[in-house]
């Protein structure tokens, strides 16, 4: 499934967040590790005066070093065989082609970092990599206030649309919940348009109450088929969740109940009504999910 782990670090606390996550699955998983720093030459360039540039060389050269020093030390945190990597260039750019150069390499990052001339890590270079990159990622909300958290998982929420698309993360899904023993919980949100109840064309003769029941026993009964089709690939406590409300408001919601829970989609599905698995719901989670995200091609 996965044949290494990379992890962008730009040298902030903030970033780090992402290790105890990245140590617990390269370790059930036994995967090797790259820990990858850039050194943003252009954002360097920028925050220099024009009598400074004649050191502009000397200065990537002093980054580029104390790259390798940091990356060093991080390393000693994870099991011998660990590779460090410096590069120089755009932060998005390289962290996507260093990972499109094996598609079994699996992206760990935080969503954010702090600003400045070595503070790449914003949310605007992890969603570059979101939505320009061909890997997986696991991405885990971080802050510079937030405290280390645990690592140990137990169960996998799988948002579902009833797209083929949405449901392209299940054979991902089952193979970590079988190799970290992990319960899969299977998730789908339900709305009634808008317009239902504000008297919207084709809704006049319709009851609110039934109409809403009708959709939540569909939502049910799709979850229960798919349920009955992870069985099949070997997991044996799935268990499922439909709710009335917003997808991406509802996802965040199941997933802060416990901090134990992994949310795992697709970077996107189709659009209309039924078909909310978008780009802009993988992002609103990502952006405010506290807990850690696997993010899957959609294929």
Known sequence: MYTKILIPLDGSKTAEKVLPYARFVAGALKLPIELLAVVDIVEMATHISADQARYLDTMIADSVRSGEQYLREIARTFPNGTKCTVEKGQPEQVIIETAAADKGTLITMATHGR????????????????????????????????????????????????????????????????????????????????SAYAGG???????????????????????????????????????????????ADEIISLARQSPDKLIAMCTHGRSGVKRWMIGSVTETVVRHSAGPILVVRAA
């Open 201 to 247: 064309e084709g809704y006049y003769a319709v009851n609110y109450n039934e109409l809403l029941a009708a959709m939540r026993d569909e939502a049910v009964d799709y979850l229960e088929k798919k349920a009955e089709a992870v069985k099949k690939m070997g997991i044996a406590e799935v268990s499922c969740v439909a709710k009335e409300g917003f997808a």
């Open 115 to 194: 600003s400045g001339m070595n503070r790449w890590l914003l949310g605007s270079v992890t969603e570059k990599v979101l939505r320009g990159g061909t890997n997986a990622m696991l991405l885990v909300r971080a802050t510079e206030e937030a405290k280390e958290v645990g690592a140990n998982l137990k169960s996998i929420v799988v948002p579902l649309d009833g797209s083929e698309l949405a449901e392209g993360v299940l054979p991902a899904v089952a193979e970590l919940a079988k190799t970290l023993k992990l319960t899969v919980v299977l998730f789908r949100a339900y709305n009634i348009p808008y």
